[in-house]
């Protein structure tokens, strides 16, 4: 089973430039994250979905944007790379379907460095 | 603000030895889950914990949600070099069972 695909694995950016990480699954999941983790720093949610057509901004979400046209994809796009945003890129879905305690199903991961 | 804190932030130990990893808030959590991350990859639900005082076990592993659903602890048994990896503690709040909040991390080697 392929879960949550997150593409590319690893990307260097320069400062300015601008860049689409992808995220599709194929569980049929309604709901959809994009977090970054930061060394020392566990887990932080930029953006989240709850269906398609529907997005809500999470705790760091200045910098990125994110849309919901499927319930299969869900890109996070970075318009001007700073060096800040240097990090790694997890996406993951979950359903709503099963119950209200169902886990988070992750992506490998996209590591993007911004020099 | 750091609603849950995760203790301690590095562990390292031998094989066959024991120990506890914690998680705390000052918050009450609807539900809290554990997922455990090796490098390279994305975390992975080990067990989700509801109600306040519940003991879950998997293996050598238990987990332990506080009885007024503000901290949980996971204690490993006898832990093997393939327990290495970050442990996160993630919690739900009433209302928002699908939005998690994510602690630090406790990141564990075992040696051989």
């Known amino acids: 089973n392929a879960g949550v695909t997150q593409t590319p694995k690893f990307r260097i950016l320069k400062i300015g430039q601008s860049m689409t990480l992808q995220c599709t699954q194929d569980m049929n999941h309604n709901y959809m994250y994009w977090y970054r983790q930061d060394p020392g720093m566990g887990l932080k949610l930029i953006y989240y979905s709850v269906g398609a057509g529907i997005t809500d901004k999470g705790e760091v979400p200045n910098g990125y944007n994110v849309s919901r046209s499927t319930t299969e994809d869900f890109p996070l796009r970075l318009e001007l790379a700073a060096p800040s945003q240097t990090s790694v890129y997890f996406c993951?879905?979950?359903?709503?379907?099963?119950?209200?305690?169902?886990?988070?199903?992750f992506g490998d991961g996209t590591r993007l460095s911004i020099l | 603000t750091q609603l849950l804190e995760q203790s301690p932030q590095f562990l390292s130990i031998q094989e066959g030895e024991n120990l506890t990893v914690y998680c705390n808030s000052s918050s009450v959590f609807s539900s809290l889950q554990w997922y455990r991350q090796e490098p390279g990859e994305g975390p992975v639900l080990l067990v989700t914990?509801?109600?306040?005082?519940e003991v879950k076990k998997l293996k050598r592993l238990t987990f332990q949600f506080g009885d007024a659903r503000k901290d949980s602890s996971l204690h490993i048994t006898a832990a093997q070099p393939g327990d290495t990896g970050l442990y996160l503690c993630?919690?739900?709040?009433?209302?928002?069972?699908?939005?998690?909040?994510f602690g630090k991390g406790t990141l564990l080697t075992v040696n051989p």
């Open positions: 993951a879905s979950t359903s709503s379907r099963g119950g209200e305690f169902e886990p988070q199903h």
């Open positions: 993630a919690g739900a709040r009433g209302g928002s069972n699908y939005k998690l909040t």
């Open positions: 914990v509801v109600t306040g005082g």
